[in-house]
């Protein structure tokens, strides 16, 4: 076998304008815009076709086996007893008391549940007196519903598909807790169980628009809610109303996503709200402007949640990307950053974004998951 070695300098001139002819005449490769917002790929979307918009029986979302036992569970949540706002509870102590009873909490085998077949992204525990209730949102649109201390041959734990995909929020409305929201990438915000009837709330997405979505949701009034969307939209709702027909809509964050919206739980007229952006911005529903808040606050990661203080309702907690839990002061002016505190929050691609939250009726203690071994809550 023989090999030859060929000097560049051997090409001719002519050869080369030959080739730079032909390179001219070929069409140039089209380039693929991708769009790095989607949270799902289609073909996965594909595969979880979306729900009916009701109303329709919760039975009807239902994908559980036993159909009838789903409907049970439902059936004895008709009349469930909430507790009062002035009566006392375990949180309503002082900040040692709270303390001193959390950390005796313990793990045990007889009260763990598979309550939804795929990755949880939000949870609520209902304010029912009568029973322990616990509400998880997961990943392909799945509301699963679990009744602790319930005795029977199922897991207590049955769920339902409202969405197609991840649940971000879920809520109990404050005024009728026999309501549940929730808000999904979907585009829509659901209640149910009340009658075990699934209800649209509202739709902001076209039919085959994956580009658009919504991500969480604040109750202002027994009959208003605020959606954080896609685009730098936030949008009003009257419950009251057509649900195609939103009250308002406003324009903030310049066009950046927005990823949570919180209502201020004093004050009507106010809200927060945070972006992909990484700014935290206070706005009065009074004055809005596009993209001109009251104040805002603003760094390089993005938080994933946004919650005011529940008693005095003078702070802000933020988890943000960059690993820091911050305290952000609100008075309704401006927004200033009272206290860092440094926390890892790198959850992974497997693991649900950490989102710090107040402890009920404390301004003083929040709750939050850790990456430390063994996993925990701390």
Not at 149 to 158: F, G, L, P, Y
Not at 281 to 307: F, G, H, T, Y
Request: proline residues 6%; charged residues 25%; positive net charge.
């Amino acid at each position: 076998m023989k090999f030859s070695v060929i000097s560049l300098r051997t090409i001719s001139k002519k050869s080369i304008d030959v080739k730079k002819e032909l390179d001219a005449c070929r069409p140039c490769p089209v380039k693929k815009r991708i769009n790095h917002e989607k949270p799902f790929a289609l073909e996965q979307l594909e595969e979880h076709p979306r729900s009916s918009p009701g109303p329709a029986a919760v039975t009807d979302y239902c994908r559980d086996q036993d159909k009838e036992a789903c409907w049970g569970l439902l059936q004895e949540l008709q009349g469930i007893v909430v507790k009062g706002a002035n009566k006392k509870t375990p949180w309503t102590c002082n900040v040692n008391s709270v303390v001193k009873q959390m950390k005796k909490m313990v793990v045990r085998e007889e009260y763990v549940a598979k309550v939804v077949p795929n990755r949880t992204f939000s949870n609520q525990i209902h304010p029912t007196m009568t029973k322990t209730l616990v509400l998880v949102g997961a990943k392909w649109g799945e509301l699963g519903v679990w009744d602790v201390d319930r005795k029977d041959e199922s897991n207590r734990a049955h769920f339902f598909n409202p969405h197609i995909r991840p649940i971000n929020c879920l809520t109990v409305d404050p005024t009728s807790p026999n309501h549940i929201y929730t808000t999904s990438y979907d585009g829509s915000v659901r209640t149910d169980l009340e009658a075990g009837i699934i209800q649209q709330v509202y739709s902001y997405l076209p039919k085959n628009d994956h580009s658009q979505w919504v991500s969480w949701h604040t109750h202002v009034d027994q009959h208003t809610l605020l959606v954080a969307a896609s685009h730098g939209k936030i949008i009003k709702l009257d419950l009251r109303q057509d649900s195609k027909k939103p009250s308002s809509m406003f324009q903030v964050h310049n066009y950046n996503n927005v990823k949570v919206v919180t209502q201020h739980p004093m004050n009507s007229s106010y809200f927060a709200s945070t972006g992909r952006d990484g700014k935290v911005c206070l706005w009065d529903v009074r004055k809005m402007r596009p993209n001109s808040p009251v104040s805002e606050w603003a760094q390089r990661k993005q938080i994933s949640v946004l919650e005011f203080s529940p008693v005095t309702c003078n702070t802000l907690i933020s988890t943000c990307a960059d690993d820091y839990l911050r305290f952000i002061s609100c008075d309704l002016s401006s927004l200033t950053v009272s206290r860092e505190i440094k926390h890892d929050n790198h959850t992974g691609r497997w693991l649900t974004t950490f989102k710090a939250r107040f402890v009920p009726h404390q301004d003083d203690l929040i709750i939050v998951g850790s990456m430390r071994q063994p996993h925990k809550v701390k």
